[in-house]
């Protein structure tokens, strides 16, 4: 059984930091791409970051270029976004998200990711 379980969001000032983890089970030795999302209410769902766990190739909103870092860890279990300088149009809830076949060189759409985590929520106040 596939499965994708955030964690790690929570409540910060501008310009702090945040880490969020992404534990992803039934996913190992599969190609696919994985990243994050973000979502506030009656907005659309939005990518923030996706890496290509085979290549290691990442993928940015340029919203959160230079900010943001997505990353893996070696055993590919796990997917990561380090989230620096935070600002309060940050604050959203973040969702992980997964799909095979590799990311085709860009963020893609929500629409193109099938597996979902909970979500986890951040929020930068001012």
């Known amino acids: 059984v596939r499965r994708l379980v955030e964690s790690g969001g929570g409540s910060v000032q501008a310009g702090g930091s945040l880490r969020l983890s992404c534990a992803a089970s039934g996913y190992t030795g599969w190609r696919n791409c994985m990243g994050w999302f973000r979502q506030t209410p009656g907005q659309e769902r939005e990518g923030v970051a996706v890496?290509?766990?085979?290549?290691?190739?990442?993928y940015y909103a340029d919203s959160v270029k230079g900010r943001f870092t997505i990353s893996q860890d070696n055993a590919k279990t796990k997917v990561y976004l380090q989230m620096n300088s935070l600002k309060p149009e940050d604050t959203s809830m973040y969702y992980c998200a997964a799909r095979p076949g590799v990311c085709r060189g860009s963020l893609g759409s929500a629409a193109d990711f099938g597996s979902w985590g909970q979500g986890t929520q951040v929020t930068v106040s001012s």
């Open positions: 890496i290509d766990r085979s290549s290691g190739s990442t």
